[in-house]
């Protein structure tokens, strides 16, 4: 894969970045070429040898046509969620957020707000649970070319406690 200046790209458990500038640098005996990206949620700037940029897992934002897919697996309550202990749980999470696969970030998020609604996550649990979510409001609100607090209110509305239950009726007085 191969970006250029002012492309969008996404690097692994960082999100969404620019890439600012194509720059060549001696180190010690050797001259690499670097992507100098900027992630757009926190200003950091990664520099990523190009030679390097495929296997570390950086590629471009989804399509829009890919957002529904994630959404599906967010709005998913047939898989059960992982019922490992605590520390195996956290890991097989935090791996599934390194690939930078959306729809493996799209599964961490989706068990995590489900168990959010049956008790207190643990501080560990709310760090993945917020680094998972901010993840995909990013890239979705790049692939939509929307504002990220839309996509947020979007992911609110799949998890409601009251979406899927009926809405109560209220009756109309007499007059």
């Known amino acids: ?11 692994p458990a960082h999100g969404v970045g620019v ?5 060549t640098r001696q180190i010690e005996d050797q001259k690499n070429t670097f992507y100098i990206l900027k992630i757009l949620d926190n200003g950091m700037t990664i520099m990523v040898p190009i030679q390097n ?8 934002v989804i399509e829009q046509a890919h957002v529904e897919k994630i959404y599906e697996v967010l709005r998913d309550r047939e898989t059960p969620t992982d019922n490992q202990t605590w520390n195996r749980r956290y890991r097989e999470y935090m791996s ?3 690939t930078g696969d959306p729809l493996a970030v799209a ?4 068990d995590l707000a489900l168990m959010k609604l049956e008790k207190n996550l643990s501080f560990g649990e709310r760090k ?3 680094q998972a979510r901010n993840l995909l409001v ?3 609100a790049v692939a939509k070319d929307t504002d990220e607090g839309t996509i947020e209110a979007e992911i609110e509305e799949i998890f409601s406690p009251t979406k899927g239950k009926p ?3 209220v009756k109309a007085k007499k007059k």
């Open 1 to 11: 894969m191969q970006f250029k200046v002012g492309d969008k790209a996404v690097y």
């Open 19 to 23: 890439i600012r500038a194509i720059e």
């Open 53 to 60: 940029a495929d296997a570390i897992g950086m590629r471009t």
């Open 96 to 98: 599934n957020i390194k």
């Open 107 to 110: 599964k961490v998020l989706r």
């Open 128 to 130: 993945m649970y917020d």
């Open 138 to 140: 990013q890239e979705i």
């Open 167 to 169: 809405k109560a009726k």
